[in-house]
């Protein structure tokens, strides 16, 4: 299979799994018939965050998703680790009080804009903060900071300020994950 289903269903895999999505998918439709749903996409929504629920989320799991992105987005995977661990501190669950969600915290605009269908999963959403991440990278030059204040407070402050916007938040979360960044360097020695 190709596209939104490719990935396996569960951990457990096989025809059993597959079962039980169905039968979930099904049970949700029944319970929710009456229910204004927009459509397919917020079923399988749905279906794939019960089945994110079961599976195991844990450091290989995300390591292996984060080695992914880093090769797809030519990004050092010390630097996707450093922005997880001060989106989200790693909780793939995470969602801020401005609506940001998932491990790399995506706006859910941006979320659609980078692919992402569903940023509580994982894989989606270390992609789709990856594939954001390289964006302001390109550009703003290659210049590490001023792409992490663009993470952060949005491209455009940053090209109209001419640098690092004076919004304290942003200060903060760009000093905390270049720091991070440093630290995670010493774990994957080398780049992408």
């Known amino acids: 299979m190709s596209g939104r289903y490719s990935q396996p269903p569960a951990k457990s895999g096989g025809k059993t799994a597959a079962c039980l999505m169905l039968a979930t998918a099904l049970s949700f439709l029944w319970l929710f018939r ?15 965050n019960l089945i994110i629920e079961e599976m195991d989320f844990n ?3 995300m390591m292996a998703h984060v080695m992914a992105a880093s ?14 661990k001060a989106e989200s501190a790693f909780n793939p669950k995470a969602v801020s009080h401005a609506g940001a969600q998932g491990l790399m915290q995506l706006m859910p605009g941006t979320a659609r804009d980078m692919g992402c269908r569903n940023p509580f999963d994982p894989r ?9 991440l390289r964006l302001m ?17 949005g491209p455009g402050r940053v090209a109209r300020h ?16 270049m720091n991070n960044y440093k630290k995670y360097q ?4 080398t780049s992408t």
Do not use: C, W
């Not at 990278?137 to 407070?153: E, I, T």
């Open 34 to 48: 009456d229910e204004a749903l927009t459509g397919l996409d917020d079923i399988v929504v749905y279906v794939e």
């Open 59 to 61: 450091h290989e799991n």
């Open 71 to 84: 090769v797809k987005y030519d990004l050092e995977p010390a630097l996707i680790m450093a922005v997880i």
């Open 124 to 132: 989606q959403n270390i992609m789709g903060g990856s594939r954001y």
């Open 137 to 153: 990278l390109d550009r703003f030059g290659g210049d590490v900071s001023l792409a992490l204040a663009a993470y952060n407070a």
């Open 162 to 177: 001419g640098g690092i916007p004076n919004i304290a938040e942003t200060k903060s979360y760009v000093k905390i994950v």
């Open 186 to 189: 010493r774990q994957f020695p």
